[in-house]
């Protein structure tokens, strides 16, 4: 089946993906492409007639400044409609004949802007009225330039004290503006604006239903697998179990998977994983130990981009020789022909998007873009379109256990990137036996008003080894021990994060457990740092 779809162009700004999460979430099909596409590229993308609306992003650009990038002019000119957001909605208004200007103030924050009520993007839609009979919505605004006049056949849709013209439209043409951010939670009527547009104005079709995107999927890699044989690299994390199943569901034993125990798995993982998916899944695994391997190549390595590279080279390595070694074991094999991973959706974007070529790497993810030309295998990524939460519900309706589905997310390089600096074997087993008690004890407590656990309230915990000795006292001994840090954040979408609060009777209940039942360990610290300006991982 031909999904519908909205096309998003992406000129940079940090909320993008966002717009794309919220019109998922209606159900409906949605794709982020850079804005510098080409005229001919957008009307190939509309060609089919699948192509019901287009949302042109923010920015940290300014479009008066001659080097900035435009949308591209086609996009005006399918009559189909558009919807403009703060830069999207400066470049709609400079590219149609308006006029923006730098302004004297930057608007950063909530705004409250006066809804004329009679457009069909905002009719009916408002946080309160005033007095007056004025509808007001509350939202949230982050920009210095504003749009001074309208281009014509433009009316005035919505304003602020600082920024006359807040909103505008040509509903003749369908074009909508707006200068707040509909995408952040900050904007209380955000969702409403945005299905406004993608089902009432668009008149999109919510067609994007996971349970029913199986058999589509399933249909797909079929047909682009045909008879050969595929291995997947399997972690227990998530998207490759969910990858897994998927495929598993798709072409049954051809699929091999392979877990690679790098020596930098968390305590017992490698059997968990292995009780899951060859007893409950019936799916091929192979586990490889190739701890000594990875063990051995990152021996006196200590700066972190230079260990992720060779733990992502490493890993290439085992699954190039496995692919080979499925020949060898059995006759009638022509050996893998294909490599399966669980990439997904924001992998893509964060290596493909408008910006990517002037953004500068943060961290190299072993997965994304690093994979060798002779790698000797094609890439089967089932799941490339789909976000971290379409993806846990698909996990879902193809039958995987509810804590698979919910773990949470483990990076490839395991504890490699959490012991700092230099990995030994003694510091990754210290730090194993304190984590699993930092975990166990997250699942133990509750919080009394939500009934969940910490596990399930924070997105990500983990605990992180500091290769540095400091002085204790215990049973009335001087102990010269290591530091470990305890992480745990809440985050929806990994991009930004807050450390969580944990309950201090918590903290103090693993700190205390730590110290005394992991010998070497003689301090444990709490990391109280957002991201940004840290980053989750410490390395
Ligand atoms: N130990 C491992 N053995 C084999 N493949 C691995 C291993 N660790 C990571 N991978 C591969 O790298 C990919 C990316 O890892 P990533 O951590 O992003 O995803 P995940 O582990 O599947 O899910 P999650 O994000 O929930 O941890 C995985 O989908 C998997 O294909
Ligand atoms: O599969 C992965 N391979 C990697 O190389 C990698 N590095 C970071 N992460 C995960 O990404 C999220 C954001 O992490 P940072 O804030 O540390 O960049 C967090 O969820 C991290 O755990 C990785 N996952
Ligand atoms: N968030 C945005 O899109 C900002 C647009 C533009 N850079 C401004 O400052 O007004
Ligand atoms: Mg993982």
Not at 480 to 492: F, G, K, N, P
Request: glycine letters at 10%; one cysteine or more.
């Amino acid at each position: 089946m031909q999904h519908q779809k909205i096309l998003i162009l992406d000129f940079g700004s940090q909320v993008t993906q966002l717009i794309a999460r919220r019109v998922r979430d209606a159900h409906v099909f949605c794709e982020v492409h850079p804005c510098d596409v080409s005229d001919d590229w957008v009307r190939e993308y509309a060609k089919d007639g699948t192509l019901k609306g287009i949302i042109l992003s923010g920015s940290h650009a300014s479009v008066y400044e001659d080097t900035t990038d435009k949308a591209p002019q086609a996009v005006f000119e399918l009559g189909i409609p558009v919807l403009g957001i703060c830069y999207g909605m400066q470049t709609m208004a400079h590219q149609l004949g308006g006029k923006v200007e730098g302004g004297h103030k930057r608007e950063f924050g909530s705004a409250d802007v006066r809804a004329r009520g009679h457009t069909a993007l905002l009719k009916d839609i408002a946080d309160y009225t005033t007095p007056e009979g004025q509808g007001m919505l509350d939202v949230w605004m982050s920009h210095g330039d504003k749009v001074t006049e309208m281009p014509p056949g433009f009316k005035l849709m919505a304003s602020t004290d600082s920024c006359p013209i807040a909103g505008m439209a040509d509903e003749d043409r369908r074009f909508y503006a707006v200068q707040f951010h509909p995408e952040v939670t900050h904007t209380k009527q955000g969702n409403a604006i945005l299905k406004r547009f993608v089902l009432d104005i668009c008149g999109t079709r919510q067609d994007w239903v996971m349970g029913d995107y199986i058999s589509e999927a399933v249909e797909k890699i079929r047909a682009q697998v045909g008879d050969e044989e595929v291995i997947l690299g399997l972690s227990g994390g998530v998207d490759s179990s969910v990858a897994a199943a998927l495929i598993h569901r798709a072409i049954g034993d051809q699929l091999t998977c392979v877990f690679v125990d790098h020596g930098l798995l968390r305590l017992n993982e490698g059997d968990m994983v292995m009780d899951m998916f060859v007893g409950k899944l019936h799916a091929k695994v192979i586990r490889v130990d190739a701890s000594d391997q990875f063990l051995g190549q990152l021996a006196g390595v200590s700066e972190p981009e230079a260990k992720r590279k060779i733990i992502g080279r490493e890993f290439v390595e085992v699954f190039k020789a496995e692919a080979a070694k499925l020949k060898a074991a059995n006759a009638s094999s022509k050996g893998a022909k294909w490599l399966a991973q669980g990439t997904i959706y924001p992998d893509v974007i964060e290596s493909g998007g408008a910006k990517s070529k002037k953004a500068v790497t943060i961290k190299s993810h072993h997965n994304v873009g690093g994979l060798p030309e002779q790698l000797g295998l094609k890439l089967l990524e089932p799941l490339r379109e789909l976000f971290k939460d379409e993806v846990r519900e698909l996990g879902v309706a193809l039958g995987l256990p509810h804590d698979m589905v919910y773990r949470h997310p483990f990076p490839g390089p395991g504890l490699g990137v959490r012991i700092l600096g230099e990995i030994k074997k003694e510091y990754a087993d210290l730090l194993r036996r304190a984590d699993a008690i930092f975990i166990e004890e997250l699942r133990n407590f509750r919080d009394e008003a939500s009934g969940k656990t910490w596990y399930d309230l924070t997105s990500q915990a983990f605990t992180v080894f500091l290769p540095v000795k400091s002085v204790g006292v215990m049973g009335d001994g001087r102990t010269y021990d290591y530091v470990v840090a305890l992480r745990a954040v809440q985050t929806s979408d990994f991009m930004t994060a807050d450390w969580a609060e944990l309950p201090y009777a918590l903290l103090k209940k693993v700190s205390g457990r730590i110290i005394n039942e992991v010998r070497g360990i003689n301090r444990v610290t709490y990391d109280v740092s957002s991201k940004p300006p840290a980053t989750i991982e410490w390395e």
